[in-house]
């Protein structure tokens, strides 16, 4: 079984420019999340989709950040303008979307973003 | 708000020694637990989780209690190996249509022959 892919892997970006992750899930996951993992920090979870549905975006930096999981499958988050504290590995992850139920998040490698 | 605080690292330990990696959660309610594997170059695994209080997770030779007295859920190994070297991350949830994880800050293992 295909794990959660993510590309790019690596991105080196100047302040303010823009830049965009995607996700692919694992086939037939309903639910995809995006975690912001700070260096020596854990993950903070940005944005949850159900199907094409958000289900919680309450740390989202909204003013700068934007996502989208068009047709419930595969999901792109964008930053316009990045700062230097958007340095970050950037985690996709899904889970099957068991209603009320605990899924197993299953994550992918992740993107490293780099701001000067 | 929910929390989880683990030791820090990085633990460095000798082959076939005993671990313990320290972690304490802070939630309303009754979460589930977890403790996430993230080998170098790797994405984030899962490697156990419990459920309810006094449940035990286990896999590969680690095992974690939910012991909802003191609000934790320590890692522990009986004999580590150099390949389990890794950063190894505690985690919460409180499950329900959110399922959000909220990780702690992650412990570095380095494990030498």
């Known amino acids: 079984e295909a794990g959660v892919a993510q590309s790019p892997r690596y991105k080196i970006i100047e302040k303010r420019q823009s830049v965009a992750f995607w996700c692919n899930p694992i086939?037939?996951?309903?639910?995809l999340y995006w975690y912001q993992q700070i260096l020596g920090q854990g993950p903070k979870l940005l944005i949850q989709f159900q199907n094409n549905g958000v289900v919680d975006d309450s740390q989202l930096p909204k003013d700068r950040f934007s996502a989208e999981r068009l047709k419930g499958v595969d999901s792109t988050l964008k930053i316009q303008p990045a700062k230097l504290e958007d340095s970050a590995v950037y985690l996709c992850?899904?889970?099957?979307?068991?209603?009320?139920?605990?899924?197993?998040?299953?994550f992918g490698p992740g993107t490293r973003l780099t701001v000067l | 708000g929910n929390s989880v605080t683990q030791m820090e690292g990085p633990v460095t330990l000798s082959e076939e020694a005993f671990l313990t990696i320290n972690c304490t959660y802070t939630?309303?309610?009754?979460?589930?637990l977890f403790w996430y594997v993230q080998y170098p170059g790797e994405g984030l695994q899962l490697l156990l989780k419990a459920t309810k209080a006094d449940d035990k997770g286990s896999n590969k030779g680690f095992e974690a209690t939910y012991r909802k007295e003191t609000t934790s859920f320590h890692l522990e190994k009986g004999s580590v190996q150099v390949s389990d070297s890794a950063v190894y991350f505690c985690?919460?949830?409180?499950?329900?249509?959110?399922?959000?994880?909220?990780f702690g800050t992650g412990t570095q293992l380095k494990v030498e022959l």
């Open positions: 992850a899904s889970s099957v979307g068991s209603a009320g139920g605990l899924d197993t998040q299953y």
């Open positions: 939630a309303t309610g009754y979460p589930s």
């Open positions: 985690a919460l949830s409180k499950g329900g249509g959110g399922n959000k994880l909220t």
């Open positions: 086939s037939g996951h309903a639910t």
